[in-house]
T-cell receptor, first 113, second 116 residues
Framework: AQSVTQLGSHVSVSEGALVLLRCNYS??????LFWYVQYPNQGLQLLLK??????LVKGINGFEAEFKKSETSFHLTKPSAHMSDAAEYFC???????????FGSGTRLQVQP | EAGVTQSPTHLIKTRGQQATLRCSPI?????VYWYQQALGLGLQFLLW???????NRGNFPPRFSGRQFPNYSSELNVNALELEDSALYLC???????????????FGAGSRLTVL
């Protein structure tokens, strides 16, 4: 069975500050890991995915995440927050094949002016 | 390329009624997934359809059901609606990779169901 835990249901940062959203996974097989973003009243949009090709993954909108097997983590970072980054962020895990993703509980990011 | 489309955008029902939600996947995608996003409960996996068959279901009662049509579109039916069924229902589709590789899901904007 696979699962992800997102630490912190709400994170608030100032505009221009570092964004760090935490995700830890549990998986009995080498995992595929994802970060999705959900803006108000919208569906989920893929930010980035880890597929074992490289441990540092770059995504859209300046976000990146690093896969650390020793820490079973896949934290999402962005060097400088922008007001438009305010949204809910979900970490997800899956194994191989077409199985559904298992999502974390989400982290709501607030960006203060 | 058209994305995943869902209808209706909003649906209001009363307790005991039935709701039907529809989803059209991205062209070429054969797998369709349904998730429930209730307030404060995150995304809960409901159902997965592939090539017209139900492949897996989450921990939901049988009154949640659905099907996938030959054109790969899908509908989700919720019978005997209860107040706690009020949620955003998200549909996603994927191409799949023949059993290997990452399964990237593309989501629709969702259908918001309100049960009064």
């Amino acid at each position: 069975a696979q699962s992800v835990t997102q630490l912190g249901s709400h994170v608030s940062v100032s505009e221009g500050a570092l964004v760090l959203l935490r995700c830890n996974y549990s998986s009995s097989v080498p995992p595929y890991l994802f970060w999705y973003v959900q803006y108000p009243n919208q569906g989920l949009q893929l930010l980035l995915k880890y597929t074992s090709a490289a441990t540092l993954v770059k995504g859209i909108n300046g976000f990146e995440a690093e896969f650390k097997k020793s820490e079973t983590s896949f934290h999402l970072t962005k060097p400088s927050a922008h007001m438009s980054d305010a949204a809910e962020y979900f970490c997800a895990v899956s194994g191989t094949g077409r199985r559904a993703l298992t999502f974390g509980s989400g982290t709501r990011l607030q960006v203060q002016p | 390329e058209a994305g995943v489309t869902q209808s209706p955008t909003h649906l209001i029902k009363t307790r005991g009624q039935q709701a039907t939600l529809r989803c059209s996947p991205i062209s070429g995608h054969t797998s369709v997934y349904w998730y429930q996003q209730a307030l404060g409960l995150g995304l809960q996996f409901l159902l997965w359809y592939d090539e017209g068959e139900e492949r897996n279901r989450g921990n939901f009662p049988p009154r949640f059901s659905g099907r996938q049509f030959p054109n790969y579109s899908s509908e989700l039916n919720v019978n005997a609606l209860e107040l706690e069924d009020s949620a955003l229902y998200l549909c996603a589709s994927s191409l799949g990779t023949g059993g290997t590789g990452a399964n990237v899901l593309t989501f629709g904007a969702g259908s918001r169901l309100t049960v009064l």
